[in-house]
């Protein structure tokens, strides 16, 4: 009894509750299991168990399930030639298409001029398109040459530098 004494002093047991255990009445405080207002399981309505087919029909199913088992063993072989093309579409509602979809067309965008329509070109430089009236372009490489000081605006003073007071 001494060790009963001693067990039920544990930091995580308290006396009390170490007899409530002992006795079970800590198990009237604990909620029912789930379940006990339902009715028992009959098991009279369990489906009998289904009849056995015939052997030989079970032998040819295995032999197909066999032979299918030995092709997935092998790789498939490339395709090539008329057998390359995909059907157009598989058999369903809605229809499945044999092979992805082509990608989008893209329209090619008219070349950008590197210097604006008025503007004398200068040396190197290509004619760009076949409109007689568009600018010429810059042959590939040939770098456009900086603005002039005129076209940067009027020249002023830099801006006043602000105080941190």
Same mark, same amino acid.
């Given at each position: ?33 789930? +379940? ?11 489906? @009998? ?20 088992? @030995? ?40 070349? #950008?001029?590197?210097?604006?329509? +008025? ?21 590939? +490489?040939? #770098? ?22």
């Amino acid at each position: 009894m001494p060790f009963l004494v001693l067990a039920a002093c544990s930091a995580q047991l308290s006396p009390g509750r170490f007899a409530g255990d002992l006795t079970g009445s800590s198990l009237e405080e604990r909620l029912a299991p789930p +379940g006990l207002d339902r009715p028992l399981p009959n098991l009279a309505s369990v489906p @009998e168990r289904p009849a056995r087919p015939d052997p030989a029909y079970r032998s040819s199913l295995e032999t197909s399930l066999r032979a299918d088992r @030995e092709a997935s063993a092998t790789p498939l072989a490339p395709r090539t030639g008329a057998n390359a093309a995909f059907p157009a579409e598989a058999p369903g509602r809605p229809p499945i298409p044999g092979a992805p979809p082509p990608p989008p067309a893209l329209v090619r965008a008219d070349p #950008v001029p590197w210097v604006a329509p +008025g503007i004398p070109l200068p040396a190197g430089t290509v004619s760009g398109g076949t409109d007689p009236g568009a600018p010429a372009l810059p042959s590939p +490489g040939a #770098v456009p040459s900086l603005p002039t000081p005129d076209m940067l605006g009027p020249a002023s003073a830099p801006p006043p530098v602000p105080s941190l007071r």
